[in-house]
T-cell receptor, first 113, second 114 residues
Framework: GAGVSQTPSNKVTEKGKYVELRCDPI?????LYWYRQSLGQGPEFLIY????????DSGLPNDRFFAVRPEGSVSTLKIQRTERGDSAVYLC???????????FGPGTRLTVT | GNSVTQMEGPVTLSEEAFLTINCTYT??????LFWYVQYPGEGLQLLLK?????DKGSNKGFEATYRKETTSFHLEKGSVQVSDSAVYFC?????????????FGKGTHLIIQP
């Protein structure tokens, strides 16, 4: 079956602009996660959703970052007033409730110039 | 907070060599432990996992044993192949029966030469 998909695969934006990154989880997976991976580092947890609600948003670095999952499926990560330090690969993962295995998407590479 | 430390890379080995990639963790309580692999041009994939002390996870010839006494989860393989060249990430979660975010190490780049 289809895996986790993310769009766009690459995004280049100018400092100060707003961006949206989209994640389509595996069908039937109720848990969805966002991570950020900087060059040479492991993925860093940002937020996870159980259904439509954010169960844990403790990893969001500041209030410029926000994520939604209005219907419990697709999620959008929104970054306002982008900064060069936001440049990274943003990963999305999904899993069944109660199952630790997270399935990762290919990521969106964000470059802020 | 929780953290994962893994050996710095790159690790370069010849084909058929024995592999060990060290991973140690710091956590309050008893985490579940994972190894993820990222092949060139591909996304992260779960390689193996262990959810309690002394459990051994295994897959594709790789093994790792959850050692509570040394807070370690070292990845091993008896005979590596060129196709094992990838970046390997050790990770943990404190979740029990529910979803939770993973805490990852920085990754170890493994290069296998023919």
């Amino acid at each position: 079956g289809a895996g986790v998909s993310q769009t766009p695969s690459n995004k280049v934006t100018e400092k100060g602009k707003y961006v949206e990154l989209r994640c389509d989880p595996i069908s039937g997976h109720t848990a969805l996660y966002w991570y950020r991976q900087s060059l040479g580092q492991g993925p860093e947890f940002l937020i996870y959703f159980q259904g439509t609600g954010a169960a844990d948003d403790s990893g969001l670095p500041n209030d410029r970052f926000f994520a939604v999952r209005p219907e419990g499926s697709v999620s959008t990560l929104k970054i306002q007033r982008t900064e060069r330090g936001d440049s990274a690969v943003y990963l999305c993962a999904s899993s069944l409730t109660g199952n630790h295995e997270q399935y990762f998407g290919p990521g969106t590479r964000l470059t802020v110039t | 907070g929780n953290s994962v430390t893994q050996m710095e890379g790159p690790v370069t080995l010849s084909e058929e060599a024995f592999l060990t990639i060290n991973c140690t963790y710091t956590a309050t309580g008893y985490p579940s432990l994972f190894w993820y692999v990222q092949y060139p041009g591909e996304g992260l994939q779960l390689l193996l996992k262990a959810t309690k002390a002394d459990d051994k996870g295994s897959n594709k010839g790789f093994e790792a044993t959850y050692r509570k006494e040394t807070t370690s989860f070292h990845l091993e393989k008896g005979s590596v192949q060129v196709s094992d060249s990838a970046v390997y990430f050790c990770a943990l979660t404190m979740a029990r029966g529910g979803a939770d975010g993973l805490t990852f190490g920085k990754g170890t780049h493994l290069i296998i030469q023919p």
